[in-house]
């Protein structure tokens, strides 16, 4: 996995401490623009001014089985609402001058009567993810290719000239399966990393911590990641870990969103040790998946705002606090260049 710049991290560290601050004094934004330099490879780095958010789109067949507070119908419906720009992600992409692409990776709609090209479901995987609780998510072959659509995702931002991708995911039930990876992989059990999504009641919710346990039980000789991700994830959540995954190989930095990408960010840290290096945890979620997740990443999120929406909000959201902190890397004064005298050292 490439590596992100050594020594770019640590000139920004080393510029950092001669600020006109006390060292230290501006907490978590000094690590933002440490992780900043060293993904750009660059001290000071630049605005990211080149930001793409990418909405992977995706129905499952749990939430057919009354997991969620809304109508599995929804998943199209709001992706058209985003097409059209009527979503929280169009919003805070229109404030921050990101641009928002979505992908249909397993939409189960043939989109009668929404507004949307007719070409968006050319992409699509499967219509429709396994229901998890009593089979497999997709097939092995379909899991190749969600991996490989994500990779060319990356590849597309690339050559695009993004310079920072933001993950958002859209589908109905799709906390189900974010938490059966998050617990499978961290050995936790249902009620641990079982929310509440959407805001469903407490009936709802004990349904959905059966489906996470049964979903458990059915994956519990599976060790690799890949074969989890495949039998208890998703169509959509595998798009976004090629995703990731490609960002990563091709040194494209991510600020990822909500417990659904951040749940593909594990599978694919373990599919791919090192990858995280290149990932910024823009917020944590009301979600306990999402928490115990970032946690075995390592990372810690830029808010905390108890949002549970997806699409990219959180991260999008985070992104002005990462610009501060690039700005002000680059843009205060030394104490050499001020004239301001620094600490004096007491014997």
Same mark, same amino acid.
């Given at each position: ?42 001290? %000071?780095?630049? %605005? ?10 995706? =129905? ?37 001058? @990101? ?51 994500? =990779? ?34 961290? &050995?936790? &059990? ?30 519990? =000789?599976?060790?690799? %990641? ?30 990822? &969103? ?68 690039? @700005? ?7 104490? =050499? ?11």
């Amino acid at each position: 996995m490439k590596d992100v710049d050594a020594d770019a991290r640590a000139a920004a560290t080393e510029r950092l401490d001669r600020l006109t601050k006390p060292q230290g004094a501006l907490g978590r934004l000094e690590e933002l623009a440490v992780w900043a330099a060293g993904v750009q490879g660059q001290c %000071p780095p630049l %605005p990211f001014d080149a930001v793409s958010v990418v909405v992977v789109a995706g =129905d499952h067949g749990i939430a057919r089985s009354g997991t969620s507070a809304y109508p599995p119908e929804v998943t199209a419906q709001m992706v058209a609402n985003m097409i059209t720009g009527g979503a929280a992600v169009n919003v805070l992409a229109h404030r921050c001058r @990101a641009g928002v692409s979505v992908i249909d990776a397993a939409v189960d709609s043939d989109y009668a009567g929404l507004p949307v090209p007719p070409e968006l479901p050319d992409r699509r995987i499967r219509r429709a993810s396994g229901s998890i609780d009593h089979e497999d998510a997709m097939s092995e072959p379909e899991l190749l290719a969600a991996l490989e659509l994500g =990779d060319t995702l990356a590849e597309e931002r690339r050559e695009a000239g993004s310079d920072l991708v933001i993950v958002g995911d859209m589908g109905i039930g799709n906390t189900t399966p974010a938490a059966a990876l998050i617990a499978g992989l961290t &050995d936790r &059990d249902p009620v641990a990393v079982t929310g509440r999504g959407t805001g469903i009641d407490d009936g709802t919710w004990m349904r959905k911590v059966a489906a996470v346990r049964d979903a458990l039980w059915r994956t519990r =000789d599976d060790a690799d %990641p890949d074969t989890l991700l495949r039998r208890a994830g998703g169509a959509d959540l595998a798009v976004m870990c090629g995703l990731l995954l490609g960002c990563a190989r091709r040194g494209l930095p991510v600020l990822l &969103d909500g417990v659904v990408v951040t749940a593909a960010a594990l599978v694919a840290e373990r599919m791919e040790p090192g990858a995280v290096r290149w990932w910024a945890a823009g917020h944590r979620s009301a979600e306990p998946a999402h928490g115990i997740a970032l946690s075995e990443l390592g990372l810690t999120p830029v808010l905390t705002l108890s949002m549970r929406l997806g699409e990219g909000s959180g991260a999008l959201t985070a992104l002005p606090v990462v610009q501060s902190a690039i @700005a002000l890397l680059a843009e205060m004064a030394t104490f =050499d260049s001020a004239g301001v005298s620094q600490s004096v050292e007491r014997p």
